[in-house]
């Protein structure tokens, strides 16, 4: 595939966290980038001013999803229904399944070159024997996990067609930018004391933001990437007790780690959950959030070590400073 040239690039869920720095990144190479969200998120005012053309809209929207395809020359396929509690189940088969076909549809009908679909290490549930590589068992344990693992079957189904598409699943994801799924993480840790339910010897797979960024620019460069499915993660994965004494020690802080009893806060998950149904919004505490105690994430990345030439630069301890460091700027924690 020729890289060289100046594309138009359609990104999907482009004003999310993973999509935003994306985005960013493709306009620094001088591509033109075409982004459609379902929101406009705190990035849209910056990503305009760099250049980006947005629009809010969903993927089920065929017709919109026809308009923004058309001239494209890559797409990557990021939106998708997440973390969604007590919502229909066809919400989330409507974005991950129907829309994933959507966008391929349109991406085959305006021939496309190169469509890349971000997955999830999810669809591999707990890694009963790590790490687990491309071709471990595939028990997602929740239905966001099912759906997106549904949407890599649609994709397969245009690959036989003879599409040029690439599908990665991200370990854990995390960098500057991301108010949510670290913060939570980094703030207990700040306190001094960590409540570990469970013995904390979970296994845990990171991915800092830049090397997932460099993996879905190989996906869509790499010849080798045609027809293939990767596992993206950092170089190293770590048991529970490491990665939160890691964090204090970023932190400047020596943790204390109190293990508490893991089955008593799983019920109080799903109790929540039902609460919280009746009322239609999300609950402060539910089963897969609870889950991140028990569940293994182990990986192996060497597939798209050898196919891609991806190479996870950024350690563990480099994109924990980096994000301590966003975290305090804009006022996160002190």
């Known amino acids: 595939m020729n890289t060289n040239k100046r594309q138009r690039i359609l990104i999907t869920g482009g004003t999310g966290f993973t999509g935003a720095h994306l985005v960013r990144r493709l306009l620094s190479k001088g591509h033109e980038v075409v982004v459609l969200d379902n929101k406009g998120g705190i990035v849209y005012d910056d990503l305009v001013k760099l250049g980006a053309s947005i629009t809010i809209g969903s993927v089920t ?15 990557h396929h990021l939106a998708a229904a997440f973390r969604e509690i007590n919502v229909p189940k066809s919400l989330y088969w409507d974005v991950n399944v129907t829309g994933t076909r959507y966008l391929l549809e349109a991406a085959e009908r305006y021939k ?20 687990a590589g491309e071709d471990a068992p595939i028990v997602p ?4 996990q099912y759906t997106k693992y549904e949407g890599e079957k649609v994709a397969h189904e245009f690959i036989q067609r003879g599409m040029e598409i690439s599908i990665l699943r991200p370990a854990a994801i995390y960098g500057p930018e991301d108010p949510e799924r670290w913060l939570m993480l980094f703030k207990r840790v700040s306190a001094g004391r960590f409540l570990m339910f469970g013995d904390g010897k979970a296994t845990y797979h990171p991915l800092y933001i830049d090397n997932l960024i460099d993996a879905f620019e190989f996906a869509a ?68 959030r609870v889950d ?16 891609l030439g991806y190479d996870p630069k950024v350690d563990l ?18």
């Open 317 to 334: 301890r480099t994109g924990l400073e980096r994000t301590a460091r966003w975290y305090r700027e804009y006022g996160y924690f002190g």
């Open 61 to 75: 929207d065929r017709e919109l999803i026809d308009d923004l395809v058309a001239g494209c020359d890559t797409v």
């Open 141 to 144: 344990e929740d239905y966001y």
């Open 292 to 307: 991140w105690f028990r569940q293994n994430r182990a990986f192996d990345i060497s597939k798209a070590k050898q196919e």
């Open 112 to 131: 496309v070159d190169r469509f890349v679909y971000c997955s999830t290490c999810g669809v591999h549930g707990d890694v009963k024997n790590p790490p």
């Open 221 to 288: 460069e790499k010849d080798e990437a045609v027809g293939q499915t990767y596992l993206i993660a950092d170089e190293k994965y770590y048991q529970l007790n490491d990665l939160v004494r890691e964090i204090g020690t970023v932190l400047g802080i020596e943790v204390d780690i109190i293990h508490l009893p893991f089955t008593p806060l799983w019920i109080v998950g799903a109790v929540t959950e039902a609460i919280y149904k009746p009322i239609q919004k999300n609950p402060p505490i539910f089963r897969r």
